[in-house]
């Protein structure tokens, strides 16, 4: 296993900085689309997992997402994405909740850097309270349609900045799942790294920007 991460440490942004990333904990809040994708590249890239989601597997979900099968379907995101993460990167350590995250279950947040991939507004409002007051820096996605956005809390709050979206109505290209996942991927680098980045980005998959 000791080739496994090779590629990455040639990269010259980042050989310098790998080292300190790898093994960092990130905490992933809702595994629909986004979320799903991040696990596995994140689980790939060698950081540790804390993945939160109460809900199942959708059939009509899983054009957006990595690691579920069919099989999956009705069963709960959380525990098979630990049983798929785990087979992909035995050196990582995954950690899984079937949990609605609340104000009573917001300790489930403590990690490095927390991904809120919700879609929610009142999760998200949970989120910002405890990673705010633990110094936790956010990184917050949206979706819908060919549209993501990109809201990044690093000091202050930046939960003012994040609205609701709509899936159920707006529908969701999978480029644009793929599309978001990728800038987050880099984010996390950035931001674990302490290097000051943009606070906002909207991406567009349809017109390819």
Request: glycine share 6%; with cysteine.
């Amino acid at each position: 296993m000791a080739k496994r991460y090779d590629y990455l440490k040639k990269i010259e942004e980042f050989k310098d900085k790998y080292e300190d990333l790898k093994g960092k904990t990130i905490t992933i809040v809702g595994l629909e689309g986004v979320g799903i994708v991040l696990a596995e590249a994140l689980c790939r890239n060698g950081y540790n997992l804390r993945i939160i989601d109460k809900g199942r597997v959708y059939i009509e979900e899983m054009h957006g997402q990595t690691i579920y099968l069919e099989e999956d379907v009705t069963k709960f995101k959380a525990k098979q994405a630990k049983k798929r993460l785990e087979s992909i990167n035995s050196e990582v350590k995954v950690k899984a909740f079937h949990e609605e995250l609340t104000q009573d279950t917001n300790y489930l947040l403590d990690s490095d850097l927390v991904i809120d991939c919700t879609n929610k507004k009142e999760a998200s409002d949970v989120i910002a309270d405890y990673c705010e007051s633990q110094e936790i820096p956010v990184i917050y996605t949206g979706l819908e349609g060919s549209k993501g956005f990109i809201i990044v809390q690093q000091k202050a709050s930046m939960i003012d900045k994040v609205g609701s979206f709509d899936i159920e109505s707006k529908g969701l290209m999978t480029s644009t799942v793929f599309l978001v996942a990728g800038h987050v991927l880099t984010l996390v680098a950035k931001v674990l790294s302490n290097e000051e980045v943009k606070e906002e980005y909207v991406l567009d998959a349809w017109n390819l920007k």
